[in-house]
């Protein structure tokens, strides 16, 4: 009989997940269960769709249903997966009003991740938003379309929280961004998030850090966002993005173990405790690749990765998960801001002796025209010169996102500053320096550790 | 008594030498000797000089005169070393009508490379040149000034002809370029160089492959350049531009061995087979880190690295050079075409069981405004599946350079492709993918090995 393989979840993990089931075993049979309309859907997309970038929500789509049914897979959309039995292999699933058993040879579980929901007074006001699904991106682009609001509150600096600002400023919005942490965009240094505050309040974003929301109540002529302690900030439409938690209510009911930040527990090949039972995603635990323990890092990068691993193995594959370092960029108007592995004070707090320098440098030749400064920071393990992190800040048009990828890729094989100055980079005068940034720092870096071990 | 390190050579080596020793040794004197009235200028940015782009040649300078000579440097400009006497460790210079003694406790010969005089006749003809000085660009911008040419012939599609193609072109001449090879820019696959004429083709500039040049002659009004083949191109300038080689024959009549296509034989150490003598830069032999022995590849960055170690090295350092994967980047109009580590061609060659996979990939995701088709090609070694090489042809603004360096980084460390396929690299929709065009390739390439080992 053909092997059945279902997985719960149509987003980045769950599709990856069934490609690459059908491309290792082209004989199994795949069902894919989603609750929404949506599959394999760029949700990062949703702040282009809401500015405007992007003309219309289904362009959204990496693959549309055709596209994924035509390789065999089966799609049951608007299916609530309501709960899994292991020891029958089933997953009850409730469509169209009907309750309904599925049966399954192998399960993978990419139920994701949900938006935190902050204890903040009115969330449920009208003009208040929330943004994690494709139907809440719908919901705000038609209240911005019908109603044409003036002033936006975002709430939340992180990398969606930028990207919304960005995108409601691009409508011709007047935005107030307001984060509870002491700079913008917590997951860099607090200098780089400073620095990118200052870019924010020069396009005209009014930034207020260290600042908590109580709530949001609704006046004569629109809503008033209040802070904590008393500040004040009127706006028309508010959107908040405090981050996600997995979302894993399916798979603890059924027995699945969770670990750190309540994900579920999976082994490298993305194994859950249950037999024939699998999890990616969101949803999940990661295993960090510096840390060598899990951590919870939801990405949509590290989704798709881990899916593929997930499907490979469901049908039979032996590929483990090699781990994350928690690699991401965001753009934010002319600006990229990236990571790689660890800041100094996460990786003193994981037990190294870390030290970071901190760079400036050009991108090119200053004689050749256009070049931009660069702000990079590298954080080095003081005892083994080893590299464990590194940031940077800068035009994206200065491929800030790939030199990042060049630490990703050092930070993984394990480089120390010594093999980053080795390393052999291109170079021309329009689009580099003999002497690359990343290398200068090495070379400051290199100093550093050795003036003061 | 102070130690004196003497350097021949102004060009990037050899101020690098000097900056490195004087930083590793503060105590130590450094003198620079150097022929023309130039030191660490930029060669690399001529084409923009000559283009107009970068407004006039002391921009071209990576540090002025003075800013050496500020950290204790002492320069000798207009300075002819004309022998070494290693028994007695002396330079013979000639300076201002004068023969002159440098005595030195440490040498290092960077003497670089000096354009190859291909066998066409006329090449002394007014309105001729080559380029590989600061002289030389500037005698080319000169005459471009002065006569105002309508039709230039550039003979040799490598890098500098490329970059000097533009260079005219963007003056509002009528380019052709000539080159013997089947495809332009040689140095990378001929599918890549045939893609890279289409695209000069689209830009006004004809192009003209397996095109040997026999003579330039004078005509009434010009210049008539004659192909082997009876093909005539007449112009009002050319410029030849045919490669170079090292420049080493100080070093040899002082008895410094030299091996591969005549450069001088240096250790990792940078060490020549003489005591007391190093030598670094476009003059040397370069070791390279995949074939792992010396091969012949002058090039910028290589003279940084060799240079900096060179001089560490001569004030009692113990620095190794890493060695160089030939990563390369040349600027053509909007696109950029990159290349790190071996062709197929080239790792056969070598005796590597060499495979490419050739892959076209978006640089972002398509929904977002602007995305950039990229040409990618991988080399694997079919045996190990480890990385060997990789190339690059797409538009600039899509960072080619930087993903150069994400694969120049992954072979430096001996990845395989599934290691690559593993790497946790950055992405934002409008500056990436979630699975990166160089996974694609390996991929693709990890489908073809398996497939047929």
């Known amino acids: 009989m053909t092997p059945r393989l279902v997985i719960v979840g149509g987003s980045d993990a769950g599709i990856s997940a069934a490609l690459q089931a059908r491309k290792t075993a082209p004989d199994v049979q795949v069902q894919v269960i989603f609750a929404d309309a949506y599959p394999n859907f760029s949700i990062c997309g949703l702040p282009y769709y809401i500015g405007g970038v992007v003309a219309d929500w289904p362009l959204l789509a990496h693959r549309t249903a055709a596209d994924i049914?035509?390789?065999?897979?089966?799609?049951?959309?608007?299916?609530?997966?309501?709960?899994?039995d292991p020891s029958r292999q089933i997953v009850w699933v409730h469509a169209?009003?009907?309750?309904?058993?599925?049966?399954?040879?192998?399960?993978?579980?990419?139920?994701?991740?949900?938006?935190?929901?902050?204890p903040i007074g009115g969330l449920n006001l009208p003009g208040v938003f929330m943004l994690h699904?494709?139907?809440?991106?719908?919901?705000?682009?038609?209240?911005?379309?019908?109603h044409h609001p003036r002033r936006a509150v975002v709430v939340g600096a992180g990398y969606i929280g930028l990207e919304m600002t960005e995108a409601l400023a691009e409508r011709g919005i007047a935005v107030t961004l307001l984060e509870q942490a002491p700079a913008v965009l917590p997951t860099v240094d607090e200098a780089l998030g400073q620095l990118l505050a200052l870019y924010l309040e020069a396009k005209g974003v009014m930034v207020r850090c260290r600042t908590r929301v109580a709530s949001v109540e609704r006046t004569g002529d629109g809503l008033m966002v209040h802070g904590m302690e008393g500040a004040r900030f009127p706006a028309d439409v508010v959107v908040v993005v405090a981050g996600v938690e997995p979302d894993t209510a399916l798979a603890k009911a059924a027995g699945v173990h969770t670990g750190v930040r309540g994900a579920i527990a999976v082994d490298p090949a993305m194994r859950t405790n249950l037999p024939h039972v699998f999890a990616a995603g969101d949803c999940v635990e990661t295993y960090h690749r510096?840390?060598?323990?899990?951590?919870?890092?939801?990405?949509?990068?590290?989704?798709?990765?881990?899916?593929?691993?997930?499907?490979?193995n469901a049908v039979g594959g032996s590929r483990h998960f090699a781990g994350s370092l928690g690699t991401q960029v965001v753009k934010v108007f002319d600006w990229a801001i990236a990571r790689t592995g660890l800041r100094e004070d996460e990786a003193k707090a994981w037990g190294f002796a870390a030290r970071t320098v901190a760079v400036e440098a050009w991108d090119h030749k200053?004689?050749?025209?256009?070049?931009?400064?660069?702000?990079?920071?590298?954080?080095?393990?003081?005892?083994?010169?080893?590299?464990?992190?590194?940031?940077?800040?800068g035009p994206w048009r200065a491929a800030v996102a790939k030199r990042i990828d060049v630490m990703a890729t050092a930070i993984s094989c394990e480089l120390?500053?010594?093999?980053?100055?080795?390393?052999?980079?291109?170079?021309?005068?329009?689009?580099?320096?003999?002497?690359?940034?990343?290398?200068?720092a090495a070379e400051v870096g290199q100093e550093s550790v050795e003036r003061t071990p």
């Open 69 to 84: 049914e035509a390789v065999g897979i089966s799609l049951m959309p608007h299916t609530v997966a309501e709960s899994v």
């Open 96 to 118: 169209g009003g009907q309750r309904q058993a599925v049966p399954y040879d192998q399960l993978v579980i990419a139920t994701g991740a949900r938006p935190i929901m902050p």
């Open 133 to 146: 699904t494709i139907d809440q991106g719908r919901a705000i682009r038609g209240y911005l379309e019908a």
């Open 290 to 312: 510096l840390l060598r323990r899990p951590i919870y890092l939801p990405l949509g990068t590290t989704a798709h990765k881990q899916g593929r691993i997930a499907g490979e």
């Open 366 to 393: 200053t004689y050749y025209p256009g070049a931009e400064l660069l702000h990079l920071r590298v954080t080095v393990d003081r005892t083994t010169h080893r590299l464990l992190g590194a940031q940077m800040v």
């Open 416 to 440: 120390t500053l010594r093999d980053l100055e080795d390393l052999d980079l291109s170079y021309t005068p329009p689009l580099g320096t003999p002497w690359d940034p990343w290398q200068i």
